[in-house]
């Protein structure tokens, strides 16, 4: 009798070795509802924070309301995404880091112009408001730190939750400086570290993410031989 020989095709995700969450992780229910309390809290902060920062006439309020936006559209994308392969989680993710990179341009912008106008904002509303997303960022962050070292999309969640909380740290310093000194800088130079902060942010989600796609986001398909008879 002669030897039989059959070709099967097997998938091997690349992630596995790249120590990328598996598909299963992804789907975990505890990820899906972190990301849902994440959107919600965030969607929230963005409208009471504007609000806030357009009657303080406060940049850095309004940066950081900005950001809150931003990061609602993160969790709302990395839902989304959360089943597929990781070649689309990627892409996902470039688009994220693309945006919180603009996001940085967009405040260092704001900031030339504020420096030019030279009114100083309402720092007892930046305060109250500060200490407030400050609350919220951390919660989130400390609710998002498990899943800090997924692939990119899981990874720029929890780098904006970072970013974020960072970030209202300095709006309440910057609350006090103003109340200080009565002047804009305080609240100028705090917009301006949370600048540095997306652009930061931004380039580390989109170099991961470019590496993800070069090193075979998709399936890696592997040819193997198995023996009959």
């Known amino acids: 009798m002669g030897c039989h020989v059959e070709i099967y095709e ?44 357009l009657m303080a006439d406060s940049l850095s309020l309004r940066a950081d309301a900005l950001d809150f936006l ?3 559209a993160n969790y709302a994308i990395s839902l989304v995404v959360a089943g597929a392969v990781l070649a689309w989680r990627a892409r996902a993710a470039l688009l ?5 990179a603009l996001f940085g341009v967009w405040i260092i912008a704001s900031a030339v112009g504020a420096a030019l106008d030279g009114s100083a ?6 305060g109250v408001v500060g200490v407030l997303a400050l609350l919220a960022n951390v919660g989130v962050a400390i609710m998002l730190y498990r899943f800090r070292t997924g692939d990119a999309n899981m990874r720029s969640v929890w780098i904006c939750s970072r ?6 740290f300095g709006v309440v310093a910057a609350a006090l400086g103003v109340f200080g000194t009565g002047s804009a800088w305080p609240d100028l130079g705090v917009a301006i570290v949370m600048a540095g902060l997306s652009l930061w942010g931004g380039f580390q989600i989109i170099s991961q993410a470019r590496s993800e796609l070069r090193t075979g986001a998709g399936d890696n398909h592997a040819r193997i031989v198995v023996g009959g008879r």
Do not use: Y
């Open 10 to 53: 097997v998938t091997v995700m690349s992630a596995a070795c790249c120590g990328a969450p598996s598909k299963t992780a992804l789907d975990d229910p505890r990820w899906r509802r972190a990301l849902w309390i994440a959107l919600a809290v965030n969607a929230a902060m963005f409208a009471a924070e504007m609000g806030a920062g």
């Open 70 to 72: 931003g990061d609602a």
């Open 96 to 100: 994220k880091g693309a945006t919180l």
């Open 121 to 126: 904002p309402q720092p007892h509303t930046m």
């Open 163 to 168: 970013n974020d909380a960072v970030g209202n």
